[in-house]
């Protein structure tokens, strides 16, 4: 199928982009106008490359004019420290121009199949164990509202328009290339600087919090799957359904790392209104594809150490 991919120069997209490729669906990489096209992107592997600014409804209209059969929405404010930062961006491209795209291609004679990333922060706070999708929504974040508003505008028109949506509520995931602005990478970064001083402490956030990591190898392995076998107007859980304790994760990047250093909490990098459990009932993705992950979390962590130069 030829699929279009929105976001695609970011941490996921890039992956995603790659899978479909092995796979040999013919990509569209949506990216910003400012970024760099990845090297290991070409026409001759089936890449066409076009560039949009997702807070230009020019932009997003002419996204919606593509010959595509099927879109992986990614395009997003796509974490909580930025979306606290710019809570108006956050709602404008997360929920607004999601609820434009959407729009704009529900007009279309033969809409595409249209997967929406989601986040699991929209189920918010209070939970103990894996959440399944029959859970209530609570979202509890700038981040969390922009894209649950962005859910709700996509059931509206699946509603009433018959737009062949699907959610995808994504729980944490990493993997090698992810910024330091998400928590893996950032305490692999740190452990290793540590290291190279000979420091004995390291600065961390919170560590108590329980999160379902997933290799981003596996996650977009679910998403290419959810278009394919995926029913329109359902919405799925993106998890491994097993607990990372960060304080666990913290002690086993510093093996890893090869460094003997503790977690010393900072106010400065605490976060207000941290979840702090985070699991995932995948047990419908599961069923409806028949996708298993494929990488175990102690892989991902090895990667993740390899993958930043010491």
Known sequence: MRLLVTGAD?????????????????????????ADVPVEWSADDGVTVVRADMREQEDVSALSELAVEAVV???????????????????????????????ELSQLPSPPRFLFVSTAEVYGAG???????????????PYAISKYAAEMALEHFWREEGFPMMIARAFPHSGPGQTTSYVLPALTARLKEAKRTGA??????????????????????AYLLLLERGSPGESYNVASGVGQRLSDCFARLAELVGVDAVAAEDAALLRSGDIPVLIGDATKL?????????????RTLQDLVDAQAN
């Open 10 to 34: 970011g941490f996921v997209g890039r992956y995603l982009v790659r899978a479909a490729q092995r796979a040999g669906h013919p990509v569209i990489a949506s990216i910003l106008p400012t």
């Open 73 to 103: 929405h990614l395009a997003a404010v796509a974490s909580g420290m930025a979306a606290r930062q710019d809570p108006e961006a956050a709602y404008v491209v997360n929920g607004g121009m999601t609820a434009f795209f959407a729009d």
């Open 127 to 141: 939970h103990d164990g894996p959440i399944p999708e029959s859970a209530p929504a609570t979202p509890g974040s």
């Open 200 to 221: 004995t402490s390291v600065r961390t956030g919170n560590l108590s919090g329980v999160r379902d990591f997933l290799d981003v190898r596996d996650v977009v392995s």
């Open 286 to 298: 599961r069923t409806t594809t028949g996708w298993t992950p494929q990488f175990s979390f102690e």
